[in-house]
């Protein structure tokens, strides 16, 4: 007879030191994670205080019913706040941010997997702290950790995907989406622990565990993963495994770049990408990423992302109720080119091609021959 239980796998859009933002998706995601009927949650690495400074999403974390004692990742502060990571506020603030997460009453009956910095005896560990109904049960650090270069590598100019994975015994039973608009994400499975502990005691794994030296201590507590009443629902049954999911580097390439775009952009506050066009493949190439952008914008909004329309409608100065339907109608708002050329030595093609390009895209254009701000300049700089 099996064991059944459900279990639930997050990827959020977390900030370098957002620690009320980052907490507040963390709540969300645990608030998800209930509703599809999971009992135990794991999140991406340092989520509280937060790995990624720049993403769409955060770090993969992956759900493993195998063999594995370890922990996936962190999520409280991340490997993203750099230096911030060597002074006394992050982990701090993120045992705050904890204490406000286990005196939500709403984030009680479900097993919690939350990543975060701690500090022990002026040693910095990156930890997953296991926890239920407001209690503490388990701080585990990680035992190999990354050369400082690695842990400190990505500023903000690194893409971290998502594409949270339930596997069970080697075998994928729920993937979430690799780039995605969305804050939070989360993936719920069913899995069987009896097919667990069978594979685990198979002849040659059952003789390497009993000749292993490394033994775990094991923490009793009062709550089930999954009531035997419920393994009595004929109804209920084990996800099944499927297929992972590819794409090909072409769509890694246009999803990547357009969703690091649009979270850069609505961070950092600006009104919108300005490029100058050339003619020339380079200012394609970079016009399309924008475009690329724009059409996983209009996706998210047609879903009904809420967060990407009120971004939309800040950046973009639509009115209420009002929201672009095509990328076209977006890129005439937030992305701008200008053909920079000069009368005497640009030529006729490298003009229609930047104009066929600005016309395809709908962006909002400029063209300024800049021979006279050339003379000006070159006349100054010989008078010095």
Not at 329 to 351: A, P, V, W
Request: one cysteine or more; glycine letters at 6%.
């Amino acid at each position: 007879m099996g064991h059944l239980i459900t279990v639930a796998a997050c990827s959020l859009n977390q900030w370098a030191l957002d620690f009320e933002g980052n907490t507040k998706r963390i709540i969300e995601s645990i608030k998800k994670a209930k509703e599809a009927g999971a009992k135990f949650r794991v999140g991406p690495e340092l989520e509280v205080g937060i790995y990624i400074p720049i993403v769409s999403q955060i770090a993969k974390p992956v759900v493993m019913l195998i063999s594995s004692p370890y922990f996936s990742s962190i999520q409280i502060c991340g490997y993203g706040c750099l230096d911030h990571l060597l002074e006394q506020d992050p982990p701090v603030h993120c045992w705050g941010m904890l204490e406000r997460i286990l005196k939500d009453e709403e984030c009680y009956n479900i097993l919690l997997d939350i990543g975060m910095p701690v500090q022990h005896r002026n040693v910095r560990y990156n930890c997953r702290i296991v926890c239920l109904n407001g209690k503490i049960l388990l701080i585990r650090p990680k035992m190999w950790l990354a050369n400082d270069g690695d842990y400190r590598c990505d500023g903000d100019r690194l893409y971290y995907d998502g594409c949270a994975m339930i596997l069970v015994n080697g075998e994928v039973v729920a993937q979430g989406s690799q780039f995605s608009l969305n804050d939070v994400e989360v993936v719920t499975a069913t899995v069987d622990l009896e097919e667990v502990r069978a594979y685990r005691s198979t002849i040659s794994r059952g003789f390497q565990a009993a000749m292993s030296e490394m033994k775990y201590d094991r923490i009793l507590t009062d709550f089930e993963l999954g009531p035997e009443k419920d393994d009595l629902d004929v109804d209920r049954r084990p996800s099944p495994a499927i297929q992972p999911r590819y794409h090909s580097p072409e769509e890694e390439n246009a999803l990547c770049t357009g969703a690091f775009l649009w979270d850069y952009l609505r961070w950092c506050g600006a009104a919108g990408y300005l490029v100058p066009l050339s003619g020339g493949i380079d200012s394609c190439a970079t016009v399309t990423a924008v475009f690329s952008m724009r059409r996983l914008v209009i996706e998210a909004c047609e879903a009904g992302n809420e967060q990407v329309i009120a971004d939309v409608k800040r950046l973009a100065k639509y009115t209420e109720g009002n929201i672009p339907k095509a990328p076209q109608d977006l890129c005439n708002q937030l992305l701008h080119t200008i053909y920079m050329g000069m009368s005497k030595q640009s030529f006729k093609e490298t003009r229609s091609r930047a104009k066929d390009l600005l016309n395809a895209l709908n962006s909002y254009h400029i063209n300024l021959d800049i021979d006279d701000v050339y003379e000006h300049s070159r006349i100054s700089l010989l008078a010095r």
